[in-house]
């Protein structure tokens, strides 16, 4: 008898019409075995007890190979063991036996947003809310798989119908601050972490709190962004992206020595990050500590290249009067960074001060070829042709 069917009662029959009283009681002995697996696994995966649940999910599918609870639980063992692939096998397994099992399509979905495959992830949840359309967990899911891959559009408007359903529903209002981040609507994000902030006033996520400061940095408020980074630090007094923005915006602020002092911090716990061994060096070049930040942008490159560290290096070969050094680096830069205006007026001036103001104006000139425009490469520009 295929009980993976019958316990659930969807109508479908035994080819034999007529059982032995033995065979019945056979059945009912099998299906309450499996009934307590059943039991066992899922109170064992609760518990985060994965091998253990494991073990009482195979065991039921010895007895019954198309059970769906045993097919999904397996399913969210191998899961939560970030096992996405094996996951996905074992529930699309059932739902070749029981299609549009809500569970199984949930946790497929799961898999392959984790996996990074969103579109996939999209299908499948639209599936789901066909069946489930006022699932509010699923609508923020498929907003979140939206935001990924760029819909704004229909990100929003799911966002928009979870907050209609449930107005302050902190995923909508963190996946909403996110989408307009992601889109360089600074404004509009923040409106949204902030509302979520007065909501949960008493215990605020740090990640609110990083986010609504990466929008003040974002939005050149650096003074308003070192309060809310600076309330996260206080929560987690070694949080990357505290340290990271409570440091960017000292360096919005010119205030080099107070941002050094954060880049180092993460240097600490962090030692081998080019990024951080680049910002360092920078701090330290405008602190006119040259020898350190040379130390620093080449402890950068011995990582791997980073065109800032390079062009750190060059700007020390500029200050130090050393021209023709910054222009070998300066040009090569430009090869893979040919609309970066910076390099352009960098270049520009060391030939100034090599006396050479034709070719000055040749690669100004060049830059603005490209279509390009920017207010300061214009004025030197200007400049060099009335002197």
């Given at each position: 008898m295929d009980d993976a069917h019958t316990h659930e009662g969807?109508?479908?029959?035994?080819?034999?019409?007529?059982?032995?009283?033995?065979?019945?009681?056979?059945?009912?002995?099998?299906?309450?075995?499996?009934?307590?697996?059943?039991?066992?696994?899922?109170?064992?995966?609760?518990?985060?007890?994965?091998?253990?649940?494991?073990?009482?999910?195979?065991?039921?599918?010895?007895?019954?190979?198309?059970?769906?609870?045993?097919?999904?639980?397996l399913g969210d063992v191998k899961r939560k063991k970030s096992r996405y692939?094996?996951?996905?096998?074992?529930?699309?397994?059932?739902?070749?036996?029981?299609?549009?099992?809500?569970?199984?399509?949930?946790?497929?979905?799961?898999?392959?947003?984790?996996?990074?495959?969103?579109?996939?992830?999209?299908?499948?949840?639209?599936?789901?809310?066909?069946?489930?359309?006022?699932n509010i967990t699923v609508l923020t899911r498929v907003a979140d798989a939206y935001r990924k891959v760029k819909n704004f559009k229909k990100s929003r408007?799911?966002?928009?119908r979870v907050l209609e359903k449930e107005p302050g529903n902190a995923y909508a209002l963190i996946g909403l601050g996110h989408l307009h981040y992601d889109f360089k609507e600074f404004e509009t994000a923040l409106k949204y972490w902030e509302k979520m902030m007065l909501i949960n006033q008493e215990n605020v996520d740090i990640r609110v709190?990083?986010?609504?400061?990466?929008?003040?940095?974002?939005?050149?408020?650096?003074?308003?962004?070192?309060?809310?980074?600076?309330?996260?630090?206080?929560?987690?007094?070694?949080?990357?992206?505290?340290?990271?923005?409570?440091?960017?915006?000292?360096?919005?602020?010119?205030?080099?020595?107070?941002?050094?002092?954060?880049?180092?911090?993460?240097?600490?716990?962090?030692?081998?990050?080019?990024?951080?061994?680049?910002?360092?060096?920078?701090?330290?070049?405008?602190?006119h500590r040259l020898d350190d930040a040379e130390e620093y942008y080449k402890r950068a490159l011995n990582i791997e290249f980073d065109t800032y560290a390079v062009l750190g290096l060059a700007l020390i070969n500029k200050q130090k009067g050393n021209f023709l050094e910054a222009?070998?680096?300066?040009?090569?830069?430009?090869?893979?960074?040919?609309?970066?205006?910076?390099?352009?007026?960098e270049i520009a001036e060391c030939y100034l001060e090599l006396g050479n103001k034709d070719k000055a104006q040749d690669i100004l000139t060049r830059f603005l070829r490209t279509g390009q425009k920017n207010a300061r490469i214009t004025e030197l520009l200007d400049k060099t042709r009335n002197d």
């Open positions: 969807d109508g479908m029959f035994n080819d034999q019409l007529f059982e032995t009283p033995q065979e019945e009681a056979l059945e009912n002995a099998t299906n309450t075995i499996i009934a307590e697996l059943s039991k066992k696994g899922y109170t064992y995966l609760k518990e985060d007890l994965l091998d253990e649940a494991e073990e009482n999910f195979v065991k039921i599918l010895e007895y019954e190979p198309e059970n769906n609870y045993a097919l999904v639980g692939s094996d996951a996905i096998e074992y529930y699309q397994r059932c739902l070749q036996y029981h299609e549009g099992n809500n569970y199984a399509l949930f946790g497929l979905a799961d898999c392959f947003k984790a996996l990074g495959h969103f579109q996939k992830a999209i299908d499948i949840w639209e599936k789901y809310l066909v069946h489930d359309e006022h408007e799911l966002y928009q709190l990083t986010s609504i400061g990466n929008c003040h940095r974002k939005l050149k408020t650096f003074e308003k962004g070192l309060t809310y980074f600076e309330e996260a630090l206080k929560s987690e007094p070694n949080n990357f992206y505290a340290l990271f923005g409570i440091a960017d915006c000292y360096r919005g602020l010119n205030m080099h020595e107070e941002s050094l002092k954060y880049w180092l911090r993460i240097l600490e716990r962090d030692g081998n990050n080019k990024v951080i061994l680049t910002r360092a060096g920078d701090a330290l070049r405008n602190l222009l070998e680096s300066l040009t090569g830069l430009l090869v893979n960074e040919s609309k970066n205006p910076r390099l352009y007026i």
